[in-house]
């Protein structure tokens, strides 16, 4: 990829890297922020199918984008230009490991990578989805040394194969033990290590609190090491000049004219449902955007341009655009019925009551108590953020979780291991932050005892 061409109006800077599907690039977005775009391998979006599978993959992120941050690089569009596909986010660059190549990365970072990547896959497995593809090139450091998931679903939506929350776990236990490797220090290593082997048995939520509590193993844990570290990497892009005249789009091909790219799906803004990415490439769908012309039919989208802006076409195509126009005001209309009467009859999510649970009995020899918080809601849909506070952790991680729709009441679980000899008393405290019936956080608590 050229330094200095422009993919939907961001300028590529010249630094690549390659990746399973395609090829990075970091670029300059037209208000001057970095940006990153990936060039899918154009072998694997050959067929419709391939390319159908890839926007529904880049949509689910987008609806989970629209819930508030997650842990997955943002998304900015997914555009085609001839038989080319680019999807463009925020800045996708370092990965981890451009920064375990660098030697930047310390036992601090490392445990950070490991529990804002557990957090963030907790958030999509929550969600009924999964990442597929996780190791060290699919984890991206934010310039605020934010952990982010890069390529989400898209190795596995090209392939057509079933991602699972348990391939995940197995992938992250991997990554904890790549992690492990790297650190000099034998205390945090044997953690990390421990973690890589118990992540399987105990689930990540689990070893997350593990890793938590074990903090003072990890010097220079969170993420301003990771700042540091990425900026220390990579020089900030310049900015376009704004005397500068516009770079035409990338070209798909030497040689070939240039075209124009389209977006691939409808973003926020649209008249449909805003809690949906509307892909229009289903049978029954009364019109279709040039970006499905594109798949259809392989036009390039310099062909498809010229049929919308001046070409004449035959009488029988002008009579059908005029039927299908008619049903696409129809399917507005009723998109914005439906829209209003579902922001009518349904209110926003509030938090009336926490119950927590506690196990009844002693908690025996290297073993776990398991708590259960009960949240009683008024049956809104939204997001409700918490925190589970344990005795011997002064400093949780503040989680959240996605609420449907008609659910009054909702499970937050805690998995709390406990080992070694002794007796401990331990109490844990289940806080909502919001939102809530009083505006104010609501919590409850509960404690067992340890034996051993």
Not at 110 to 134: I, P
Not at 183 to 211: F, K
Not at 306 to 320: D, L, N, V, W
Not at 333 to 356: C, H, K, M
Request: proline share 7%.
């Amino acid at each position: 990829m050229r330094e200095g061409v422009t993919v939907a109006g961001h300028r590529l800077t010249g630094r690549t890297r390659s990746s399973e599907v395609g090829t990075w690039a970091d670029a300059v977005s037209p208000d001057g922020r970095r940006s990153g775009v990936l060039r899918f391998d154009p072998r694997a979006v050959a067929t419709a199918q391939a390319r159908e599978r890839l926007v529904a993959a880049v949509g689910a992120d987008v609806r989970l984008q629209r819930g508030g941050p997650i842990g997955l690089l943002t998304v900015i569009d997914l555009v085609a230009a001839r038989d080319e596909v680019w999807l463009i986010t925020t800045r996708a660059a370092p990965s981890v490991a451009d920064l375990m190549a660098a030697g930047l990365l310390d036992a601090g970072g490392a445990a950070t990578v490991l529990l804002e990547t557990a957090q963030a896959l907790l958030a999509v497995h929550a969600a009924g989805l999964a990442h597929g593809a996780l190791h060290p090139g699919t984890v991206v450091i934010g310039e605020d040394g934010s952990v982010l998931l890069a390529e989400r679903g898209l190795l596995r939506a090209i392939r057509d194969e079933h991602a699972s929350a348990e391939q995940d776990v197995a992938a992250w236990a991997s990554l904890a033990g790549t992690l492990a490797a790297t650190c000099a220090r034998d205390r945090a290593a044997a953690v990390l290590g421990w973690a890589s082997t118990a992540a399987p048995a105990h689930g990540l939520a689990a070893v997350r609190d593990a890793l938590l509590a074990e903090r003072e193993a990890f010097p220079g844990l969170g993420r301003e090491g990771l700042a540091r570290a990425a900026d220390g990497l990579h020089a900030p892009a310049s900015p376009p000049t704004p005397s500068s005249p516009p770079t035409p789009v990338v070209p798909v091909a030497a040689g070939s004219p240039q075209g124009e790219a389209v977006t691939l799906l409808d973003l926020p803004g649209s008249v449909d449902d805003p809690g949906d990415v509307m892909m229009r490439f289903g049978p029954g769908v009364p019109t279709e955007t040039t970006a499905a012309q594109i798949w259809r039919s392989g036009q390039t989208s310099a062909a498809v341009t010229a049929t919308h802006s001046g070409a004449t076409p035959p009488r029988r195509r002008r009579k059908r655009t005029t039927a299908w126009a008619g049903t696409l005001l129809l399917a507005i209309l009723i998109a914005v019925v439906i829209l209003w009467l579902r922001q009518s009859s349904t209110p926003p999510l509030a938090v009336s009551e926490v119950d927590v649970k506690a196990p009844k009995k002693t908690v025996r020899c290297d073993g776990r108590a398991d708590f259960t918080g009960v949240v009683t809601t008024n049956g809104g849909a939204g997001t409700i953020r918490y925190l589970w506070i344990r005795s011997d952790n002064p400093e949780p991680l503040e989680q959240e979780q996605r609420i449907s729709s008609g659910d009054t009441s909702v499970n937050l679980p805690l998995h709390w291991k406990v080992t070694g000899s002794g007796s401990f008393k331990g109490t844990a405290t289940l806080r909502v932050l919001s939102p809530t019936t009083t505006g104010d956080p609501i919590q409850d608590k509960a404690s067992f005892t340890y034996k051993c």
